[in-house]
């Protein structure tokens, strides 16, 4: 069959946008709970050392990590591009009009009515 028709499966749509949104948010919102729980070790954690610094770079470089990842959307399912000149297969029909009879055809005419 030369034009088959592809029904897509369930299971290789894409996620739903509301759902894709809500995933973005929860990885922002961890994200950016780790930074702050790295800024609060950094200020807190006595005596000071290399990882007061390890913290602090934490704490610095999340907010763009965090951004990033919100902004990317879901890549793990290709969607293929479906071809918009595909149609479905039609049966020839088998009734044919007369030639001396026209279809019914309705003609509306409309004129605008001022009211003043």
Known sequence: MKNKHVVPAVTSLPQSP???ADHRVRRYAITMTIRIVCFGL??????????TWVFGIAAAVLPYIAVVFANA????TET???SP???????PSSRVEP???SPGI?????SRQDTA
């Not at 950094?42 to 990882?51: A, D, F, N």
């Not at 959307?73 to 793990?76: I, L, R, T």
């Open 18 to 20: 509301g759902d894709e």
């Open 80 to 82: 293929v591009a479906e």
């Open 85 to 91: 000149v595909q149609q479905l297969e039609a049966t």
């Open 42 to 51: 950094m200020v807190l954690v006595h005596p000071y050392g290399w990882y």
């Open 99 to 101: 030639h001396g009879e």
């Open 73 to 76: 959307g879901s890549d793990s």
């Open 106 to 110: 309705v003609t509306i005419h409309e």
